[in-house]
């Protein structure tokens, strides 16, 4: 792996773990990247060397008491992901933001949120208001973290491997996700989360790409983060330029971008810190909470209503 493509990680990844803490912005960010220059030096502050730090003018202390609390409160987290592969540290960065985004997600949820839908409720005889709930609740939830997930799956391979700045190819409504350097030349992917994402003209958008960018030592892939290849679509396959010699599905995908054999099971491993090492609740024990909570409310606003009734007044 390239020295200086890690270096360049290592500055990203102090300037996004600042931006977490109410009190530092883009500047203030900068300068301590600027001051501390690793991840480890960052990960390893006191408060005193936080405290010391002065401004560019050097007139008044760079950060204030409840901003450096913030920051080591954060900071403590990285301990278990400090001395080894800023990717993996990226990988735990990202799944820990991703983790608590969706916590807090699920807590700020109001009942009237819910778009319920009678009819769908009547088909599959959901009968008591806490089943009614819980299908839709699970419903809203899920749709919002698996398209949170594309996103935030796709950072954690560009931080295993990728360039970090624009990718200036492709063709007009087509956009390339990554641009990955090896010896054999340069690789660019469209990213999909699984083996079954993309219809038919999807997959003609991108054989338009195929035919726009590759020449010798370009090449562009279609590289899925999960799933095995006899589980990719007939869709895909038989319309794909290339078929699955086009695809890297799962680890292949992982291992290829970084250029290391099982490097997906790392991936896997810290993304399980990520979120177990949280002090919040799990998720599975939120959504629980919030059932309750959304049938105690549905049973206080209705009082002596049926469910079939109510449903009535969402149609």
């Known amino acids: 792996m390239d020295a200086q493509l890690l270096d360049c990680y290592e500055h990203e990844l102090i300037l996004a773990i600042c931006r977490k803490v109410d009190g530092i912005g883009e500047q203030t960010a900068r300068r301590l990247a600027g001051h501390f220059g690793r991840f480890r030096a960052l990960v390893a502050a006191d408060r005193q060397q936080l405290a ?46 991703f983790f608590e985004k969706q916590l807090a ?12 839908n009678p009819l769908l409720a009547r088909i599959l005889n959901l009968r008591r208001p806490r089943d009614i709930i819980r299908f839709n609740l699970y419903q809203s939830v899920t749709r919002s973290i698996v398209t949170s997930w594309g996103r935030a ?6 931080f295993s491997g990728c360039e ?24 660019y992917f469209q990213i999909k989360s699984g083996p079954n994402t993309m219809n038919v003209g999807m997959v003609e958008s991108l054989n338009q790409a ?40 799962g680890r292949a995908l992982w291992n290829f971008i970084a250029e290391e054999q099982d490097y997906h099971k790392a991936v896997m491993d810290v993304l ?10 799990s998720f599975d024990e939120l959504m629980k909470e919030k059932i309750q909570a959304f049938s105690e409310e549905w049973e206080a606003s209705h009082p002596g209503r049926s469910a079939d009734d109510v449903l009535d007044d969402y149609l």
């Open 52 to 97: 010391a730090l002065r401004n560019e003018s050097g007139s008044r202390r760079l950060l204030g008491e409840a901003t450096i609390e913030g920051l080591l409160g954060i900071l403590r987290s990285y301990d278990d992901v400090v001395d080894g592969d800023i990717r993996i540290a990226w990988a735990f960065h990202i799944g820990r933001v």
């Open 105 to 116: 997600g699920v807590r700020a949820m109001r009942l009237q949120d819910l778009d319920v």
């Open 153 to 158: 799956v796709e950072r954690m391979l560009k």
């Open 164 to 187: 970090l700045g624009p990718i200036d190819v492709g063709t007009k409504g087509n956009r390339l996700d990554l641009k990955k350097l090896r010896e054999d030349g340069t690789h």
């Open 210 to 249: 195929i035919d726009a960018i590759e020449a010798p030592g370009v090449h562009l892939h279609l590289g899925m983060s999960y799933g095995r290849p006899d589980r990719i679509s007939q869709q895909i396959l038989k319309n794909l330029r290339g078929g699955e010699a086009r695809t890297k599905t």
């Open 272 to 281: 399980g810190k990520a979120a177990l090492e949280t002090d919040q609740a």
